[in-house]
């Protein structure tokens, strides 16, 4: 019988190890379902937002709207921008040749249950301790898998990331940069028509 080197076993269990690991990573990459609340701060004050799990938000375009308010004359309250409504209706139906995904995401409120309904659109604003060169930008934009959207100032800067939850916990993550001094997501209000 041959005698297997001792290196051989230990590669085989490196790999099986790694498989292993590389399959309970895979099985907990499903999708998280967003927290029931969610802090952040913004111009030293922390502000927490409570979500609504009887709404969300979806984001209409204007080219929907044109094409779906021609079919539809009862679609006229759809604005561009984010909507809110409640999950599983569907604002506009789906067509085998629209290549357009629909954007939804969680609503929250300033208290539990009650205030304004509040979106995350997925905008960061990150404030800098001194100027930034467009490459230590795309240093920031490439570590965290966001989108140079409008460099405001030297120091100001607007990124696109993914809307809801996800963009705080982005702002919250880049906070910890040394040349940031400020990093939240920007809120849109649904405005209520009197």
Do not use: C
Not at 46 to 53: A, E, M, V
Not at 68 to 78: A, L, V
Not at 90 to 106: G, W
Request: no cysteine; net charge positive.
């Amino acid at each position: 019988m041959a005698h297997q080197p001792r290196s051989n076993s230990f590669f085989r269990l490196f790999i099986v190890t790694f498989v292993a690991l590389g399959f309970f990573a895979f099985l907990n990459a499903e999708p998280k379902e967003p927290p029931s609340s969610i802090s952040f701060v913004e111009g030293g004050v922390t502000k927490t937002f409570y979500r609504n799990p009887n709404l969300v938000a979806e984001y209409v375009d204007l080219k929907q709207i044109s094409n779906n308010q021609q079919i539809d004359p009862g679609k006229q309250g759809i604005k561009s921008g984010w909507n809110i409504r409640p999950p599983g209706k569907i604002l506009f139906p789906k067509s085998s040749k629209s290549a357009t995904t629909s954007k939804v995401t969680e609503v929250y409120s300033t208290a539990v249950g009650m205030g304004p309904n509040i979106v995350l659109p997925g905008i960061l604003i990150i404030t800098f301790s001194s100027d930034q060169s467009p490459t230590s930008l795309d240093r920031i934009a490439n570590k965290y898998g966001i989108q140079i959207l409008n460099q405001l100032s030297p120091r100001l800067v607007s990124f696109q990331t993914e809307p809801g939850y996800v963009s705080i916990e982005k702002a919250n993550a880049i906070r910890s940069e040394s040349n940031v001094i400020e990093a939240y997501p920007d809120i849109a209000v649904e405005k209520s028509l009197k």
